[in-house]
T-cell receptor, first 110, second 113 residues
Framework: GQSLEQPSEVTAVEGAIVQINCTYQTSGFYGLSWYQQHDGGAPTFLSYNALDGLEETGRFSSFLSRSDSYGYLLLQELQMKDSASYFCAFRSNRDDKIIFGKGTRLHILP | EAQVTQNPRYLITVTGKKLTVTCSQNMNHEYMSWYRQDPGLGLRQIYYSMNVEVTDKGDVPEGYKVSRKEKRNFPLILESPSPNQTSLYFC????????????FGPGTRLLVL
């Protein structure tokens, strides 16, 4: 089947760096996406990796290794407003379904 | 303003009473999806549509119907709602290119008694 695994919770300190990992299982996909969701809100797009390597967008970076079926989201200079849930996801290139991981809740300590 | 709208935002209903949740996008996107979000289960795709008159089942389609008669609209229909369909529902749209940035609606919180 197709699935993504990510830790359910991660805790970090304000100003620090945190990495949220995502391992996946699929027969083929276009790329790995990351979304952020604050409590009570809708998911919003953060980053996308079509190819292996690192993509940087401001304080957020995302990495993909297709050979390891693994990716991660890196958040730098953490701010309290980064407290949210983060989801990895992909769109299957076999049937165009979109599959999400169950999400990682990021707690930030002052 | 580019957006995805959903209505209603909140709905309380009773078992068996047919309901429709509307979804509309103004970005001329081809791909549209419905998701349900339940605690600890993340977002699960119910149905998706890659263009007008083309719809496909996602991972949890049982008990739901959709239609795509116009590009901008993608309503979700619950013919006979049951309590296990109590959930938070999101509609989303994106282009059909590989780098699909999905734009989500604000969500519809449904309670089925």
């Amino acid at each position: 089947g197709q699935s993504l695994e990510q830790p359910s919770e991660v805790t970090a300190v304000e100003g620090a760096i945190v990495q949220i990992n995502c391992t996946y299982q699929t027969s083929g996909f276009y790329g790995l996406s990351w979304y952020q969701q604050h409590d009570g809100g809708a998911p919003t797009f953060l980053s996308y990796n079509a190819l292996d390597g690192l993509e940087e967008t401001g304080r957020f970076s995302s990495f993909l290794s297709r050979s390891d079926s693994y990716g991660y989201l890196l958040l730098q200079e953490l701010q309290m407003k980064d407290s949210a849930s983060y989801f990895c996801a992909f769109r299957s290139n076999r049937d165009d379904k979109i599959i999400f991981g169950k999400g990682t809740r990021l707690h930030i300590l002052p | 303003e580019a957006q995805v709208t959903q209505n209603p935002r909140y709905l309380i209903t009773v078992t068996g009473k047919k309901l429709t949740v509307t979804c509309s996008q103004n970005m001329n996107h081809e791909y549209m999806s419905w998701y349900r979000q339940d605690p600890g289960l993340g977002l699960r795709q119910i149905y998706y549509s890659m263009n007008v008159e083309v719809t496909d089942k996602g991972d949890v389609p049982e008990g739901y119907k959709v239609s795509r008669k116009e590009k901008r609209n993608f309503p979700l229909i619950l013919e006979s709602p049951s309590p296990n369909q109590t959930s938070l529902y999101f509609c989303a749209s994106s282009t059909n290119v590989a780098q699909e940035t999905q734009y989500f609606g604000p969500g519809t919180r449904l309670l089925v008694l």
